[in-house]
């Protein structure tokens, strides 16, 4: 609608009501993109056809990436995000930048989910002892949510298991996000490892080699 004898093409504010029903479209449609996303991705890893496309890419550039998509989730819950790389850690690399993204989406939106206070952090390092040639690097993602009970740590990584349904039914998923991101590592010649205590948070991290960049 315009505005009567408004000499632009101005527009006028959406009721309340009206405004609600927007954002509740946006958040369903960013939670369909992510599962169909997800399913895709499982069904490519499953069938052994999922291509890996190795290009220089920035590691600042990726973090940035990551603090656009998910400071806008954090902020409401009033949580600290905490996206850092290292200083050994070589601005530019060579390396599948997508995959890379889509495994830390995953497990930083994993993070945020189940984490009602605190903070939840993304530390990118170089270890001391680099082997070479190339370029390792250590990814660790660090919440202090709800964390996993022993019980259901062994399983967590298969498919569609969330964790007891007790704790974690009120947070919603299908249970695709660490069982994704932990196959995806491993196609990217990873190995991705998951340590939590049910009450105090949880920490996963993994190591991938990539090319150095000129």
């Given at each position: 609608m315009r505005q009567a004898g408004d000499a632009g093409t101005r527009q006028q504010p959406l009721p309340p009501d009206a405004e609600i029903q927007v954002e509740l479209i946006?958040?369903?449609?960013?939670?369909?993109?992510?599962l169909v996303e997800r399913v895709l991705?499982?069904?490519?890893?499953?069938?052994?056809?999922?291509?890996?496309?190795k290009q220089t890419f920035s590691i600042p550039g990726l973090i940035a990436r990551l603090r656009s998509r998910f400071a806008p989730a954090a902020e409401p819950k009033g949580l600290e995000?905490?996206?850092?790389?290292?200083?050994?850690?070589?601005?530019?690399?060579?390396?599948?930048p997508e995959r890379l993204a889509e495994v830390l989406e995953n497990l930083l939106d994993n993070a945020i989910?189940?984490?009602?206070q605190g903070s939840v952090a993304l530390n990118i390092t170089r270890p001391p002892r680099d082997p070479?040639?190339?370029?390792?690097l250590d990814f660790e993602v660090q919440d202090t949510g709800i964390g996993i009970p022993?019980?259901?740590?062994?399983?967590?990584?298969?498919?569609?298991?969330?964790?007891?349904?007790?704790?974690?039914?009120?947070?919603g998923g299908i249970g695709l996000g660490l069982t994704t991101s932990a196959r995806l590592v491993r196609h990217l010649g990873g190995e991705?490892?998951?340590?939590?205590?049910?009450?105090?948070?949880?920490?996963?991290?993994?190591?991938?080699?990539?090319?150095?960049?000129?």
């Open positions: 946006q958040r369903s449609s960013e939670v369909l993109r992510k991705t499982f069904s490519a890893l499953e069938s052994d056809s999922l291509p890996v496309v995000l905490r996206l850092l790389a290292g200083r050994t850690v070589p601005p530019l690399v060579g390396g599948d989910k189940f984490t009602r070479g040639p190339g370029v390792m022993i019980a259901d740590q062994a399983k967590i990584l298969d498919p569609f298991v969330q964790g007891d349904g007790s704790s974690t039914r009120p947070y991705l490892t998951l340590a939590s205590h049910e009450g105090s948070g949880t920490k996963v991290r993994f190591s991938l080699h990539f090319d150095l960049a000129a």
